[in-house]
């Protein structure tokens, strides 16, 4: 039987240009570490976005990090204040890790 | 007035001018034609350092740099002062808060290497020759812009500037004086300067025979993206429209001004013109994100990119052309 | 203490070609926004595929949307309609979000 | 037959097939060799922007456009009537059922710009001239079968093509009239007319020079892309797999007939017969996944893009050429 | 009303290079199928990574797959294996399916 | 001494090499400028074809195929034996477990592509001649090395290279052997082989007028790559960055000592020594993840890509040149 600690994931979908912002944010909570995955299209409450091949400004991304319940907390606060300003949205769910001393 | 139409006649009927309308027309008809972004990304940096190299290598080779001081002074002080016209004419003819108005006159500042590219090739037809330390200034008028819109908006917003947190502020300057068109351009230029001819002659094939063939791909592309920005965004208001066309003119007005003042040839000073003109839509938008996030980002990549760069490419360029040639010929003061 | 809400997160994998009317199928269902990922392969009950890089009709496609329960349920039961005709999978599970008004 | 082997040898002994031969070969042998999809995708761009471009600006030199009327008009004909031979060759000899034998047929009676574009470089090596409409032909051919594949579903079907929704119709139309080759075929042949012989010589180092080169590496890519798509795909059936070698053969032979017909010369009577005998793999898949969702993509794909196309590119082109050539010698009727 | 099925949702960040490795698992712990997704860059223990124009081997791929409670016990063990030679990681969270039997 | 500044200055001053620095200058001061990977990943593949394809049509040109065997042995042999001095000298300079020094040392016995390529637009500056049936011997130097890397750490690990299970194993053989360098180079060489002078002709335009500026647009994005490397890995121990640096020059020394045996021209000993001296950094980390996945992969990507490719192509080429020019210019004993 395989051993499995429960964890959060949160996954922020962001404009591009507030990318090194979020990633300052994640290291300073003292977030174990983030995946970045590209997006190619989107629509939130303003128009619809595709990729667009020149301007990275108008582009989005998607950040993925695998934390602690309490990291959680502190990390969704900041990005909470950092989607103020930027473009994107913020989901938080649970999950099951195997490595739990890694998280 | 005959000599303008036959030289408009000429811009619109260039290949490149024609694949741009190609991409827009395939744009605004929603056709699923688009050219790869890592393509496009690629065609813009081959044509930074292939218009990069050639002044360089020119400037190796002995072209006199008259007027190069004059030109590169005239180009920074128009890149700092155009942003301060446009926020007051903005803030009068729109219902733009004060950070976008900062903002989008910060792009009008700022120049489109595109649109640079575009002229040159159209001097090019005409057998026109310029200044090759041009690119240079082209480098050099990215960025002071972007200063002179962040000041507007500090004065005039009540919280001030203080804003942009002491980390955002070390992205800012990074992108603001490392961002890949003026490492593109500036470095392509030493490299051609430092290998001059001998160099030149290596590269050619790859940076200099291909090159209008690679601006019409790109322009298809350009053409495709505006279209899609346009029909994409929300209506814009008429203020902000006309705009997006008259602040070209008043920007070529005073390059125009200014080349003579220097004393440039005419095709440096169509140039001038074209850069004052020209707003930006990649180096700038990237800036204006971290440094003014409050600032509506929709509305200046739609009026740089979807009705600015349309308008220099299709009717600008031909007419600040034309009216560098009738300055050159009436008998200055 | 950060205050959130529970939502739902729908995951679609499908052909692109269906791309336009999955989207349709959101757009009308009232979802309040949606991200497209792209897929570089995959194998389901059929061969498997490897992004194809001149036949786009053999390529999937990844569309999530946060949307409220409520939207949920309509959006599966039309998504389930399209995997009829169309290849793919979809998945629903809960996530938790900040600003609760904007889904 | 000595005169068509020593041909189909020139053909075999060329770069660009045997560029093709390789990307096979690699392809079957799972090596991890693959060309990024952004630049396999421009490459196709670029190839019809030249051939498109080069159509247009002949014609603006006032190349005769003898027979133009007529190779257009036999190109719709056969576009829309192959479909129909072989909807019925596939319900006689497979068990398809009536959706996936319309989209297979559609698939041969639409065209394949690869294979036109390299019997184009074919008919260079041989010093063969062709008439340059004969671009706009591919344009015309690639959606006719469209049409007629739907009315073939339609009428076999008891549900009646009704089935395509309202919504589908929409995206189903623009992904016909505007898809990407149709633009860019059409939009090049229009630029190069515009602009004609000062226009070419500008794009010519582009669009012309390294034609040939480009040309080796998208074979290369189409080799691998072909050989995965046939070692991924399940093992299909006899009735199909010689259905993909013999309808080509159909279609050259209508292809032939047409043109002798309608008095084409030799180059352009074999580029009819390779566009009657190619069949579409990029264009009509994406129409068919919408308009037929439930004819069986892999069966069309594997069909259209692995057996045939190899087929037409290693054997089709050289026999269609010397049968043209064959044809051109013997006294008509 | 739609009827859903519980299943479990297997996603690996794990090196390019281990991707063909991390397929044969997945395959003979008879997953009903998988999904490839690119990863443009990421930090985990070690130090932040960028894709890597040229070096496949320092570059992170996303694979998911939709697999019952019983082979995901299987598969998160064989992955677990894999990680102690591989850089990445790995979650596991519920999901809900429309067609059950195909999973 | 002079001859070899000016050598080196030549080199230093080549529009190549200066992109070379201008990526690195970038990449250190974290510019965000970079050159899709898309695109570089294809530029790579260009070069190998233009090389490959160069290789295979002067060989059908009659070129004296001299000590091609010799050639080919010595590489082989070369590809085979640095990898046990490698193994011995880390082993005893640094801390690395037996696996780790293993990975390290295959990458030293096996070749860069690109440092060849390098080399050979050198030589072109330098008007000197090779031997063009090289670009084989670049192909099979590429494998032997991994061989002979995994016997090692079998041999000096208890527990044997039976870790590398019979899955892996498969995996391994086809990353070894099919490997997207080894199917370019070899299959562009025999189609230029087949092809010979007239294949030539058609794909010139494409394969060698633009060569040196693709060479300087892929050495742009070298040095991006390889600065980004070096700024994002731990800091590494002293032992490990000499290693860097004189690990090529007794593989230089090697190459040369075998060419001279040989009999090779001076170009064909400064290629030798040049591939003897340069490491891998595509095909060998992908076959050594596999292989020895406990093996630190950050050391040999860092030691490999960021401190040996740099320190070859700035001062390492027009070295290793010099020294088969003094070799040659001596009586040999
Ligand atoms: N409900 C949603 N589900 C998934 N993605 C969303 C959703 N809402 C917004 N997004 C993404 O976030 C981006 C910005 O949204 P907005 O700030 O509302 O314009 C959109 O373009 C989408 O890419
Ligand atoms: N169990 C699964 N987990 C993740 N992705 C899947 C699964 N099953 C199918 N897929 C994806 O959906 C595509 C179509 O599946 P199918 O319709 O079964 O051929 C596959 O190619 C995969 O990309
Ligand atoms: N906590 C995390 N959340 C998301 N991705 C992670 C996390 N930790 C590691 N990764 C990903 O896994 C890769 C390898 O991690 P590592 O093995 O710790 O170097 C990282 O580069 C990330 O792409
Ligand atoms: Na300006
Ligand atoms: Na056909
Ligand atoms: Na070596």
Chains 1, 3, 5 share one sequence.
Not at chain 2, 107 to 133: E, I, K, M, P, R
């Amino acid at each position: 039987m395989v051993e499995l600690h429960k964890r959060k994931k949160i996954e922020v979908i962001i404009e591009t240009p507030a990318r090194p912002l979020l990633i300052d944010v994640l290291n300073r909570a003292g977030s174990p570490g983030y995946t970045l995955i590209p997006a190619i299209g989107g629509r939130g409450l303003r128009s619809a976005w595709d990729r667009n091949q020149l301007m990275d400004a108008a582009n989005q991304v998607i950040i993925v990090t695998i934390v602690s319940a309490e990291a959680a907390e502190a990390i969704m606060a900041e990005v909470g204040k950092l989607l103020e300003d930027y473009r994107g949205v913020v989901t938080v769910s649970d999950v099951e890790v195997l490595r739990g001393g890694r998280f | 007035m005959g000599e303008l139409l036959s030289v408009a006649g000429d811009n619109l009927l260039s290949p490149p001018i024609l694949f741009f309308i190609l991409g827009m027309g395939a744009g605004l008809a929603r056709s699923d034609l688009t050219i790869p972004e890592a393509v496009g990304k690629t065609l813009a940096l081959y044509l930074m350092m292939a218009i990069g190299f050639k002044g360089g290598a020119a400037m190796a080779g002995g072209e006199a740099a008259a007027g190069m001081a004059g030109a590169m002074t005239a180009g920074i002080l128009l890149s700092f002062l155009i942003p301060v016209i446009g926020f007051f004419l903005l803030r009068a003819t729109t219902r733009f808060d004060s950070d976008t108005a900062a903002a989008v006159s910060a792009h009008y500042g700022s120049v489109s290497v595109v649109t640079f590219v575009t002229a040159v090739s159209f001097l090019g037809t005409q057998n026109v020759v310029y200044d090759t330390y041009m690119v240079a200034v082209v480098a050099l008028m990215e960025t002071p812009a972007i200063v002179s819109g962040l000041l507007l908006a500090h004065l005039a917003a009540s919280r001030g500037a203080g804003g942009v947190s002491q980390r955002a502020m070390s992205h800012l300057v990074r992108e603001i004086l490392l961002n890949s068109s003026v490492v593109v351009l500036v470095g392509s230029f030493v490299i051609g300067w430092l290998t001059g001819e001998r160099g030149m002659e290596r590269v050619a094939p790859f940076l200099v025979a291909p090159f209008t063939g690679v601006l019409c791909l790109f322009l298809l592309d350009m053409g495709l993206v505006a279209a899609r920005q346009l029909t994409g965004s929300k209506v814009l208001a008429p203020g902000p429209l006309i705009f997006a066309i008259y602040m070209p003119l008043i920007g070529a007005a005073l390059g125009l001004a200014a080349a003579t003042l220097v004393g440039l040839q005419p095709g440096s000073t169509a140039l001038l013109a074209v850069l004052a003109a020209s707003a930006s839509y990649i180096a700038v938008p990237a800036a204006m994100r971290i440094a003014l996030p409050r600032a509506n980002a929709a509305v200046y990549l739609t009026l740089s990119l979807a009705v600015t760069f349309p308008f220099n490419v299709l009717v600008g360029i031909p007419l600040y052309f034309a009216a560098a040639q009738w300055l050159a010929a009436t008998p200055g003061p």
